[in-house]
């Protein structure tokens, strides 16, 4: 299996943007293309909001209690990235995922971000069973990989099933994902350094409500890694 993975790896692929035929040395996209995929210059380190320049905290993150501690978000929910996670999770389209990953470790890597355990984002089981995967937990698969470090999809689950954010206003998406998670297993929590991976960031709300849960199991903390972000207003 491993000897196939290996031939399969250096098949020519077709790049994602270009469309030119060749093997890259990222699968799917060759170099210049993956340098010129638009990414937010700076932002707000805790929640990953762009800001005109980098800040610790935005002022929504002062005036508020938050659970994560930093946020790695590379890109914005715009093209060609807003494209290819639609494809990713609409359309089961995996073609984009080598490059959305790597982008989501490169942004690890230049903050220096050490972890001990990967968490992705859990989806209600109708949507997993309806849909066949959890695009998060691809995501964070993949990261794995990349980083050396576990993943362990069984500590978060889903408490309810929450209706499509897509047509919700903010705070109407804030009151649907309330009280969506909980901790099934805190096992290996303690003291544990977590990378929490999700696809796309909308409200802030959704991901400190999964990582409150996590530090209720006793985490030391919890990075976010996500593709993209929605664009929203600088809060410094």
Known sequence: M?????????????????????????????????????????????????????????????????????????????????VWLRALKDNRSFQALPVLSQLVFESLQHEKISIDLIVPMPIHRTRRLTRGYNQAELLANMLSTLSGKPVNRKILTRSRKVKSQRSLSRSARIQNQRNSFRLINADGLRGKKILLVDDIVTTDSTVNQAAAELISGDAKNVILAAVARTEGHSRI
């Open 2 to 82: 491993h000897l196939l993975e290996n031939i399969f790896n250096y098949l020519p692929t077709q790049c994602l943007r270009c469309k030119c035929m060749q093997t890259f040395p990222l699968r799917n996209i060759c170099n210049p293309c993956f340098a010129e995929i638009p990414r937010i210059l700076s932002s707000c380190r805790m929640c990953g909001i762009p800001t005109s320049m980098p800040v610790p905290a935005c002022g929504k993150c002062l005036n508020s209690k938050g659970f994560i501690t930093q946020s790695c978000i590379p890109c914005l929910y715009a093209p060609p990235v807003d």
